[in-house]
């Protein structure tokens, strides 16, 4: 028999629907981990009989080497938090700046848009261990009085500026996503054009670009990776260095490791986000 739900005179709760529900809810789950602990054993299987596991097990899964490099690989990766953690709020910051440059329509603002476009479609069409190249290597050989020569000062500008040309196009798309309505409803309260993006664009804006702009900055984790390249002992260098002295590659393995830890819980989070706007607009943007 049907129960209402109190202060509700049309909708009613079936509790043996809801008891089918739960209980094909806890075959599905049962079917699905039988499915990947399945899948695992066979790959397992077909992995450990193969002729040269030996060989690929002693090479790249080494517990001495793993045991013996972790540390030394651990202590460096802090190199790689320090530029992501300089890098982020850099980012956003530039990303934001040349997003609403391109944005602005009034046409005294022409060279602001034609610069902020050049600089998005440089920097986003040339690969970004390129700019590392460039400007690592290129501005400390002019030598000018004044610019630093550090080698990670310019791998980190070289991600701030190819990450920026992304994030300024997330950051667009999010303007762009903000219906024409809100603008005109904040203008017809007397709202300047100013105060329309400070107060009414750009919050929706922003809440509707949190999850692709988070998977921008699990690439950027990684990617720090790339300044390896001009010479700093981050993480992959590290791991560099171990596997030429001992001629394993258990090193990378545990590089690879420490990265996984780390953009793991950020996929989750981001996912989490995006279910979560998924829901709000289901809802009607309800909190």
Known sequence: MSNPVPGADTVYIDPLRQERSR?????????????LLGFVVVIVLLVGRSSGWEAVQ??????????????????????NVRIFLIAEPLILIIGLLVALARTVKSPIFLPVRVLSTLYVDIFRGVPTILIIFLLGFGMPALQLPGVPSDAIFWGTAALVLSYGAYVAEVFRA??????????????????SSF???????????VRNVT?????????????????????????????????????????????????????????????WIQVRSARKRQAGGVS
């Open 23 to 35: 209980k094909k809810a806890r075959r599905d789950a049962l079917i699905g981990i039988g499915s």
């Open 58 to 79: 002693e090479t790249f899964f080494d517990g001495d080497q793993f045991v013996e490099s972790f540390p030394g690989l651990l202590q460096a990766f802090w190199l």
């Open 174 to 191: 999010g303007i762009g996503s903000v219906h024409p309505s809100q603008t005109m409803a904040a203008r017809s309260l007397g709202l």
């Open 195 to 205: 105060q329309t993006n400070r107060f009414v664009v750009l919050p929706q804006a």
């Open 211 to 271: 999850p692709p702009l988070l998977n921008d900055f699990i690439s950027l984790q990684k990617d720090t990776a790339l300044v390896a390249v001009l010479g700093p002992i981050e993480v992959l260098r590290r791991a560099q260095i171990d596997t030429s002295a001992n001629f394993n590659y258990t090193p990378y393995v545990g590089a690879a490791l420490i990265f996984i830890a780390l953009t793991i819980p950020m996929t989750r989070f981001a996912d």
